[in-house]
């Protein structure tokens, strides 16, 4: 159990890596960040910044010296960037086996159907010959994901024929892939894990994600799903978590089908934009969970404050025509901003959420969702 | 109004400045802080830090260039440091006039009076002739604060007799000083007042102060007062924002005596110790007003979000046998701990703060008690 005063490093600077900062200071805690933008989300706020690329030896060995513990804020690390802090006995939380699982989607998968957890139909797809007896399993279609590195709909593309998928395939390159049945889900949730160094995990009630263009727009919390569906979610990502011997703070992704069975979308080991909601409306954040089970601290009972919660992203779109009119929240008095410090918002960009709390999700909704649309209308 | 992305200056950065700093980044603003400290709780967190005296001109002037406003941590900035800022019209909140007068009490309390609002009986004394007269005035006993630059019962003493209060006066190097009778208060409380550039003021419920060796030791709210003292306070600390042209966060502390007749005690204009138990209990904490109003933005509700809030302040002491316990607040998993990145864990010294929620504040305060009392035994 690290004491406050100790330093904790972050691999990453956007503005997850900045709530981490920003809390683990609240804490008593220093932290030193590595990213290789000097004006990353995170580095604005941190009280040392190492500025360079992710694996750069230097600045991994300059991040270790400053470390006691460290942790990433986006999966894919490159092990070999790890191999610093492991060498001291650094805790690295979550730690090299979680972040190789849920880096790469054929092994991601394969642990959680060994886990005896659902998934959508999936084939790992390595070559043109995998791609067509993937697609004929599949019934003909399905989507294509690359096995790493892809985030908001990058790197997947939906496919209805052998030509089609294969035209995919070499437009990845022709790394290794995942063919994924299409399921007809009715909504996603995502179900946010804290797990601590002594194996004690705690899940929050299940958030529901309202995505557009492929990018989170809205969650809600608690989903609108039946009791047995956020039950089943809630333990079967604490189950995960021990699965993936994970210390930290983990979120979920699952597609809740119209029968309400639910099968799991993918695993994101970090703090989580739907996670954002638990800032303003949870007993601790995620970033709180997190940075405590990284310091080696227990993790928290994990509840909503209020009946219902709501987040609502705020994109680079919001600027298309000039400076959002951030007078108009005057009106929502209730309705928290949070923006993360980024100078240029570029569609598609996110720039900061706001949140807002209810006796339901349909009021907690609409509230964060009128703040929004009079960011851009003048009163 | 500033939009987000605008730099604020703060001048200081002790624990105050650092949480303003960590909300302004939050809402997206950038900050620039004054300190001469490195290592000071508000450069640990700061985007720029610029290390020098308060007084030493170049740093005014890089502060300046930094920032689209400024606002101060501490009363005691001499005037002479606010020039720069003035020169180019960098708003300044609170603004120089509500800084000179909370600076001195002479004028603080002349101020409070003429608004017509009552304080402890006082005199002026800038002589040992002052003195004498003074103190017949008040019956041969009273208080001798200096005028300037007392806190946390620093530059006070008691005096009973004309030898006892000429040998204080000669021990405050007969600077001004104001004697003030004594106050047979039953409790101490403060009002927090929040007050924007358009002039519309929001207050919290009154908080009651319980202090330990002249030090801050735990608040409460709501304060356990009669409804027409809570009353009194509230709209008297509203008028004195409005007689101060205050822009900014303003603490206004009372006397309410055994009849719940109350008397100002001091003006703060900053956020205060007291209003720490707003950052996790309130809608708006003390620190999200301060830079709203700084940056020109409205003033917002002002509320409690529980029935009862407590803190309690962490000093230096509770580290008198060594690191505290911090695994035994697994056991309060209700109970938010602060601390504020200071290294030297001197007597006296404010490291950080516990605060805790509930259905009263009798319980609210046992919460913070007794987890404080758990940090320093082993379970």
Redo the contacts between chains.
């Keep these: 159990?690290l004491?406050?005063?100790a330093t904790l490093g972050i691999l990453g600077g956007g503005q997850l890596g900045?709530y981490m900062?920003?809390v683990a200071?609240?804490?008593?805690f220093?932290v030193a960040v590595l990213d290789p933008d000097p004006d990353a989300p995170a580095h604005?706020?941190?009280?040392e910044r190492v500025i360079a690329a992710y694996d750069d030896p230097a600045a991994l060995e300059r991040l270790a010296q400053l470390s006691q513990a460290v942790t990433t804020e986006f999966e894919n690390v490159p092990a070999s960037s790890l191999a610093p802090f492991l060498d001291r006995n650094i805790p690295v939380r979550p730690g090299a086996k979680a972040l190789a699982t849920c880096q790469d989607r054929i092994a991601e998968k394969t642990l959680v159907n060994a886990a005896g957890i659902e998934t959508a139909p999936w084939h790992a797809v390595h070559s043109d010959q995998d791609l067509g007896m993937a697609l004929a399993a599949l019934g003909g279609e399905g989507i294509l994901k690359t096995s790493r590195s892809g985030y908001d709909g990058k790197g997947q593309a939906r496919v209805r024929s052998l030509d089609e998928a294969r035209a995919a395939f070499g437009r990845f390159g022709s790394v290794p892939c995942v063919l994924e049945g299409v399921v007809p889900f009715a909504l996603e949730c995502s179900v946010l894990v804290a797990r601590d160094a002594h194996g004690r995990s705690h899940t929050l009630p299940v958030c529901e994600n309202i995505h557009s263009h492929h990018i989170l727009d809205v969650t809600i919390c608690p989903a609108r799903v039946s009791e047995a569906a956020a039950r089943a979610m809630r333990s079967r990502s604490a189950r995960l978590a021990q699965e993936l011997e994970y210390v930290g703070h983990l979120a979920v992704e699952f597609f809740v089908l119209p029968d309400q069975t639910v099968v799991v979308n993918e695993l994101a080991p970090r703090p989580h934009n739907s996670g954002h909601l638990t800032i303003d409306t949870a007993?601790?954040s995620q970033f709180e969970q997190h940075v405590r089970c990284i310091a080696g601290?227990?993790s928290?009972?994990y509840e909503l404050?209020h009946p219902a919660a709501a987040m609502a992203n705020l994109l680079g779109d919001l600027w298309e025509h000039g400076?959002p009119l951030?007078?108009r929240l005057?009106e929502f008095?209730?309705v928290r901003?949070?923006?993360?410090?980024k100078?240029a918002p570029r569609p598609g960009r996110k720039m900061?959420h706001l949140t807002a709390w209810a006796d339901s999700v349909a009021e907690a909704e609409r509230r964060v969702r009128d703040a929004r649309e009079a960011l851009t209308r003048p009163g």
């Design positions: 159990m004491p406050p005063g900045r900062a920003i200071q609240q804490r008593g220093r604005q706020v941190a009280h007993l601790h601290w227990n928290l009972p404050l400076e951030w007078d005057a008095p209730e901003l949070h923006l993360y410090g100078r900061g």
